[in-house]
T-cell receptor
């Protein structure tokens, strides 16, 4: 079963705008990761945030983690057409497997 | 290309047939994972190996499913007596023990008619 939910399920914005996706999860975690999936393809790792971290940056990506609320957000700044993809959060509870959310489908309109 | 590879990329089969998928992990990776992803959903864990040992299996992995990693390198996932509900993308990932990030292959898309 899925660990939690992602919100929104779909997001459509104009190129250059910022995109924010949220993820909620249910159990205690060691870390939370965000992956991107282009249509019909495998997943690409974007960024990892550990349970003792609150915010992390990587290029145009910013991730926050609130363990008290069991939630995370992914912000993509200055979006580009190439950012069009599905984005998944995945939690690692130390059991060697990742538990994924349902994903957010992001569409960047030129 | 030294990433994770999967073969075939697409498979169409008739209900009741057996299918086998192959995954070649990144060469030095000793852990290998299988996930299943249905349309509009996130991947769900099926099983994982450390070297040749299968260390965990999800309850999603019914007795029609079997996975092997005989020499600790490539892995195969076999589905016997396929059902329409088996239609999905089957994803393989690998990493080194202790590594948190998993590296995914392109997936095998299965359609059972």
């Amino acid at each position: 079963s899925q660990q939690g939910e992602e919100d929104p399920q779909a997001l459509s914005i104009q190129e250059g705008e910022n995109a924010t996706m949220n993820c909620s999860y249910k159990t205690s975690i060691n870390n939370l990761q965000w992956y991107r999936q282009n249509s019909g393809r495998g997943l690409v790792h974007l960024i990892l945030i550990r349970s003792n971290e609150r915010e992390k940056h990587s290029g145009r990506l910013r991730v926050t983690l609130d363990t008290s609320k069991k939630s995370s957000s992914l912000l993509i700044t200055a979006s580009r057409a190439a950012d069009t993809a599905s984005y998944f959060c995945a939690t690692d509870a130390g059991a060697q497997k990742l538990v994924f959310g349902q994903g957010t489908r992001l569409t960047i309109n030129p | 290309d030294t990433g994770v590879s999967q073969d075939p990329r697409h498979k169409i089969t008739k209900r009741g047939q057996n299918v086998t998928f192959r995954c070649d992990p990144i060469s030095e990776h000793n852990r290998l994972y299988w996930y299943r992803q249905t349309l509009g959903q996130g991947p769900e864990f099926l099983t994982y190996f450390q070297n040749e040992a299968q260390l965990e299996k999800s309850r999603l992995l019914s007795d029609r499913f079997s996975a092997e990693r005989p020499k600790g390198s490539f892995s195969t996932l076999e589905i016997q007596r396929t059902e329409q509900g088996d239609s999905a993308m089957y994803l393989c990932a690998s990493n080194l023990a202790g590594q948190e990030t998993q590296y995914f292959g392109p997936g095998t898309r299965l359609l059972v008619l």
